[in-house]
């Protein structure tokens, strides 16, 4: 269910501000629930040096912003933006150059905080669009329109609010990701601060792990919790991976 306008003012008011861009995650904590390694995830906010094959050295900029630039910690919406990214590279293996170039187009025709969030992006592997105004618009080459289909796959895993926004991520549940993983595990920033849940129970994956570390069965935890032991199950893989891939 989508938070209507009330509700949001409602919930902000508690918060002090958005919680969508409370920084809440480290970067180790982040790189673990989203499967992916550390120093990538680190390099996409921090920027890195790194040596070309001429023998020069270059700088990456980074792509994704953080709430406080003197706090190592992502908000919800960085979250979002490296999952769209990691997702674009991991999956599709869009060239980075493209993605670059998407991102500098969008900062100039549609000026937003969070570009990698905001936009409803899809890719046919090779370039990234958006729809606008009921074209599809090539936003790796400059705003070029497109009338053929593209591919949205995995950018779906994100729920969004009556702004467009996301509210919740359904992360990949396993370190190599496919576009056809279900659904059972979320990221709400409302939900047990922001840590990865159990979708049909809201209960905390990292709950379920160490109840079940501490010699539980699967049966036992899926009775407690009334739901079925393969989704005790894909929070058990989904702790397991992620703890791998940091």
Request: overall charge positive; charged content about 30%; some cysteine.
């Amino acid at each position: 269910m989508k938070p209507n306008k009330i509700a949001l003012r409602q919930i902000t008011k508690i918060y002090g501000q958005d919680p969508r861009e409370i920084p809440a995650y480290s970067i180790l904590q982040a790189s673990r629930y989203l499967k992916m390694p550390f120093e990538t995830l680190r390099s996409w906010i921090r920027g890195r040096h790194y040596p070309t094959k001429e023998g020069d050295t270059r700088y990456f900029e980074p792509v994704i912003f953080l709430p406080e630039e003197n706090i190592p910690r992502l908000s919800f919406m960085n979250l979002v933006e490296a999952h769209v990214l990691s997702g674009m590279r991991r999956i599709e293996n869009v060239p980075f150059y493209k993605v670059r170039h998407a991102l500098e187009y969008l900062k100039r025709e549609f000026p937003s905080k969070h570009p990698l969030a905001d936009q409803l992006f899809q890719t046919d592997g090779v370039d990234l669009f958006i729809e606008h105004l009921g074209q599809i618009i090539n936003v790796s080459r400059n705003g070029q329109m497109e009338m053929r289909e593209v591919v949205e796959k995995y950018l779906r895993r994100i729920d969004r609010d009556f702004k467009n926004l996301p509210v919740r991520l359904y992360p990949f549940l396993k370190t190599n990701p496919t576009d056809e993983e279900p659904r059972r595990v979320v990221i709400d920033p409302l939900l047990s601060f922001g840590k990865p849940v159990l979708a049909v129970v809201g209960v905390p994956t990292e709950v379920i792990a160490e109840r079940f570390y501490a010699h539980e069965t699967t049966d036992q935890l899926a009775k407690d919790y009334g739901c079925t032991r393969e989704e005790i199950e894909e929070a058990l893989r989904y702790e397991a991976s992620a703890r791998r891939a940091a």
